[in-house]
Nanobody
Framework: VQIIESGGGLVQPGGSLRLSCAAS????????ARWYRQAPGNQRELVAQ???????NYADAVTGRFTISRDDTAQTAHLQMNDLKSEDTAVYFC????????WGQGTQVTVSS
């Protein structure tokens, strides 16, 4: 199983980024796709998830600003992040869950002027 995140970087407050998660070696459509983040000194927190049914859930802190999506044919998941704030700065991890959780290595998002 391989999960690779991309799309992180440095962005100014109010800006946007789109994170991507590409999975291989796994039957992607069966899995809940999740994005977590971990800021320095903080615990890893769930940001958003999308079920195989395409039902979505978001953390209160990102509701209305972030959108999670999935493309089962391409075995990818995305996190569109708009109106970014300094408190969104963290390493963002993609995870696939079906009883067992498979993790990517993470991608750094830094929101700073």
């Amino acid at each position: 199983v391989q999960i690779i995140e991309s799309g992180g970087g440095l962005v100014q407050p109010g800006g946007s980024l789109r994170l991507s998660c590409a999975a291989s070696g796994i039957s992607f459509p069966r899995y809940v796709a999740r994005w977590y983040r971990q800021a320095p000194g903080n615990q890893r927190e769930l940001v958003a998830q999308i079920a195989p049914t395409y039902d979505t859930n978001y953390a209160d802190a990102v509701t209305g600003r972030f959108t999670i999506s999935r493309d089962d044919t391409a075995q990818t998941a995305h996190l569109q992040m708009n109106d970014l704030k300094s408190e969104d700065t963290a390493v963002y991890f993609c995870a696939l869950f079906d009883g067992t959780t498979y993790w990517g290595q993470g991608t750094q998002v830094t929101v700073s002027s």
